[in-house]
């Protein structure tokens, strides 16, 4: 709800248009027509699991700690702040002491407009009630938020003066009265009663505040905005001892003195907190580009993007390292991923978590379980760059993983890895959207200032302050740095351009983003289908075509000045080696390059037709001198398995590898003039014969040459993970319509009037015979009247139910269950009982 719509929304009003002030929060919620109660169950979905029975659950259910405390988090500041306020405040409270609590003795205009909006937040998440002269913050919320001697309140406001007094003998309470300045009284309320009017009374306090020493006031201004208990000596400084006199400190212990709420309040002017926040801060900008840099910096960055997300999967191509037992990825296996991909391992954390997200990488399942590539990669590196970015933008925009936590630890105090358990963060997706609006409400080309943006969001989820286990504040501000992360990752991802959003980031938001001072709701799937549509379509006219050529050169090496097509790009990474990226890729050509693609099934008139018909220069004649001699040499010397074995029918090759010293390893013995037999795998061997210089080529039991090409590992197919939700999720029309009918009929079944009947000892169904149950709902049946029922199902729950009985045939009661809304047939044997109503509902 914006704040225009809530101010619209008077303050004296609980909502329900009668002249009976409410009683109890069940009273308030009862009262409440569909438009608000399907509010409240949107605004607090946990209220919904399960639906209640009727409204007196509902309320109960609505004051549970853990409802209560969910729905503080997800206030704004100004909103928490009035509860803060209210907390601290007489109860029931009216309005306009309220006002006076947040806007101070002087007021402000600013508070007088956006209370009345934060006031009907509060009622409209059922965490106050009442009229608006008689305000009721929830009980559980009240506890929450109260000042206490363990528990500092937000307002730093300390015990009211008859709190502070509780424990003081008569005696002494009548010495601060005579030290005050008042007279005595009878007893020890009355002299309380007479110490707060001092207090709030503004003209006496001044004067007795007056007379105070300088040093007493020092005290007071130390004390004055929290926290406001003090240590004391065991013998009081004068100044401490004139105000502990006069009850402008109070002993909270033998050896601690807290400042009473009253005085405090006055010397505040007034005011609960020091600086009310009634309006969310402007996120400033920090730089402004043109839209069309912006837009060619993110496209440049999303091109990148995609390259090493390949990158990583063709390193694991043939399979990935091995899964840790608890789960993720080790250390070793993390320095040489981020070595392969020539970045931190903070940025590689970052890709593996994306690629997994996204569903591209995942475990094998297996008994010595790994990673590996899944076969949606395959189907994903067949898309057109746009749609493949918008593939990954989209996974990371909707994941609750969140590669930041890497390298932390978790509740037991172990390391988090990455690819492991325990990254999931509910509020990462809400948070990141969130960032991703912001930005997009400034000007298009405009970088936020990042301080001012995490200031919005402090603002909108204020931070969380928990108690520590020695009674120390802690303080948990992950949605701050998952905000910070989303910055960095957003631009790694070219979601942004040189900090602004861009053009097809903007899409990915899907439609006109919201302003509101709040997070939106979570879209729909619809929804995000589109969004990723429309950013691919942004996308696709900014990232440059594949290119069909390359530039070879004379000094071995080939200049691919762009991004090259699929064919043409896996061929270059088989026959030569990456020499250098950036905005172009350098490949060089090397003797064991060449090799590799031979080994892989390529001939080498193959290479020199490939090579022609993709340079956009002649084939230079060191390269076809190059491929020429490898390709003569390879395959000439052959090996198989035996232990292994090697054949070559020139057998002074066999007697050049025999005198070399470096094949004394490999234990070589001759078998025959064209057979060497080696103690060595065949791989070792390949491995050794060719770091000597040879070209041996592997051969198969039946003697033909076996093609090295790497087979791709795949696991068996896997989803992508599941987000893991920030508990229940909004509920959509369908349920809440459901919901709101079951709980106007329950609550009719439970409050309507009936005729008296005897009581159960265990409970308040009705009790009756069973032949007074068959006699009561024939005649029912017969006179078309309603009946009170006790109900038990066969799973032995007890329930209340309204009824009107059409049919009684072969013990059972067909009759149309009005708190179900529907037709029903119920066993009579179940049926404990049964009481005319008084009035008939129907």
Not at 87 to 115: C, K, M, Q, R, S
Not at 491 to 500: H, M
Not at 531 to 554: F, N, T, Y
Request: aromatic share 4%.
């Amino acid at each position: 709800m914006g704040t225009g719509e809530r101010n619209q929304e008077a303050h004296v009003s609980s909502g329900n248009g009668s002249t009976t002030p409410p009683r109890t929060l069940a009273e308030a919620l009862r009262a409440r027509d569909d438009t608000s109660m399907a509010a409240l169950l949107r605004a607090r979905p946990d209220l919904l699991t399960p639906v209640p029975n009727d409204v007196t659950q509902l309320a109960t259910r609505a004051a549970t700690r853990a409802s209560v405390v969910r729905a503080l988090e997800h206030l704004d500041r100004f909103a928490l702040q009035t509860a803060e306020a209210l907390a601290v405040a007489p109860d029931p409270a009216p309005y306009e002491t309220l006002l006076a609590l947040i806007a101070g003795d002087e007021g402000d205009p600013v508070i007088e407009a956006e209370l009345p909006g934060a006031v009907a937040t509060l009622r409209e998440q059922a965490l106050i009630w009442g009229e608006g002269d008689r305000l009721r913050l929830v009980r559980t919320a009240r506890e929450l938020l109260v000042p206490s001697p363990t528990q500092h309140s937000p307002t730093g406001l300390g015990p009211t003066v008859a709190e502070a007094t509780a424990g003081m003998s008569p005696g002494r309470v009548q010495e601060i009265l005579l030290a005050a300045g008042l007279p005595a009284t009878h007893d020890s309320v009355s002299a309380v009663t007479a110490l707060t009017s001092l207090f709030t009374d503004r003209t006496r306090m001044s004067e007795l505040l007056d007379s105070a020493p300088p040093e007493a006031l020092s005290v007071l201004d130390r004390l004055v905005w929290g926290p406001p208990y003090g240590e004391v000596a065991a013998t009081a400084t004068p100044p401490v001892r004139w105000l502990r006199d006069r009850g402008l400190l109070l002993p909270a212990s033998a050896r601690t003195v807290v400042l009473p709420r009253e005085a405090a309040l006055h010397l505040r002017g007034g005011r609960a907190h020091r600086t009310p926040q009634p309006l969310p801060p402007e996120v400033a900008a920090a730089r402004e580009y043109g839209p069309q840099a912006v837009d060619s910096t993110a496209a440049g960055q999303s091109f990148t993007a995609l390259s090493t997300v390949e990158e990583l999967l063709k390193d694991w191509n043939e399979g990935g390292p091995n899964v840790l037992r608890a789960g993720g990825l080790s250390v070793r296996d993390l320095k040489r991923t981020a070595a392969a991909l020539d970045c931190t391992e903070q940025l590689a954390c970052f890709w593996l978590e994306l690629s997994y997200t996204a569903g591209l990488l995942a475990t094998d399942g297996e008994a010595d379980e790994r990673f590996g590539a899944t076969p949606a990669y395959d189907d994903w590196a067949e898309l057109p760059p746009a749609d493949r970015w918008s593939h990954l933008a989209l996974a990371w925009l909707t994941a609750t993983r969140t590669s930041g936590l890497i390298g932390g630890q978790d509740a037991k105090g172990r390391a988090l890895s990455p690819l492991g358990p325990e990254l999931d963060r509910s509020s990462a997706p809400e948070v990141r959207r969130r960032v991703l609006t912001l930005i997009a409400g400034l000007p298009e080309g405009t970088a936020p200032d990042a301080e001012s943006l995490l200031t919005r969001l402090r603002w909108e989820r204020p931070v969380r302050r928990v108690q520590g286990s020695l009674g120390a504040t802690a303080i948990s501000d992950l949605r701050s740095r998952i905000a910070q992360w989303t910055l960095n990752e957003a631009e790694l991802l070219g979601v942004t351009g040189r900090g602004a959003l861009s053009a097809h980031g903007r899409a990915l938001l899907g439609g006109t983003p919201s302003t509101e001072a709040g997070p939106a709701p979570a879209p729909s799937a619809a929804e995000l289908a589109a969004a990723r549509a429309l950013a691919a379509r942004a996308l696709a006219p900014l990232i440059p075509e594949p290119l069909d050529h390359v530039l070879l050169q004379a000094d071995l090496t080939a200049v691919a000045p762009g991004p090259l097509e699929r064919p043409l790009a896996e061929l270059l990474n088989v026959a030569a080696d990456i020499e250098s990226k950036g905005g172009a890729t350098v490949y060089r050509f090397t003797p064991g390059s060449i090799r590799r693609a031979l080994d892989a099934g390529q001939a080498a008139s193959d290479l020199h037709a490939f090579l022609a018909a993709h340079s956009r220069t002649p084939v230079p004649q060191p390269l076809s001198y190059l491929i020429d001699d490898v390709a003569r040499k390879h395959g000439h010397l052959r090996v198989g398995a035996a232990s292994s074995y090697v054949r070559c029918d020139d057998e002074s090759v066999l007697n050049e590898i025999l005198a070399d010293k470096r094949s004394q390893p490999l234990r070589l013995r001759r078998l025959a003039p064209t057979v060497l037999a080696a103690q060595a795998d065949p791989a070792t061997l390949l491995d050794t014969l060719r770091s000597i210089g040879f070209a041996p080529a592997a051969e198969s039991a039946d003697g033909d040459v076996l093609i090295t090409r790497a087979d791709a590992y795949r696991t068996p197919p896997r989803t992508a993970p599941a987000p893991v939700p920030e508990g229940p999720p909004v509920p959509d029309a369908v349920l809440l319509q459901a919901a709101l009918r079951a709980l106007r009929a329950g609550d009719t079944a439970a409050t309507v009037a009936h005729k008296p009947v005897p009581q159960h000892e265990q409970g308040d169904l009705p009790r009756s015979s069973s032949a007074e149950t068959l006699a009561t709902v024939q005649a029912a049946a017969m006179t078309g009247s309603a009946l009170w029922i006790g109900y038990v199902n066969a799973d032995g729950a007890a329930s209340q139910r309204v009824i009107a009985p059409v049919r009684v045939e072969g013990g059972y009661v067909t009759a149309y269950d009005h708190t179900a809304d529907e037709v029903r047939t119920y066993p009579l044997h179940r049926i404990t009982g049964v009481a005319e109503l008084a009035d008939d509902p129907a």
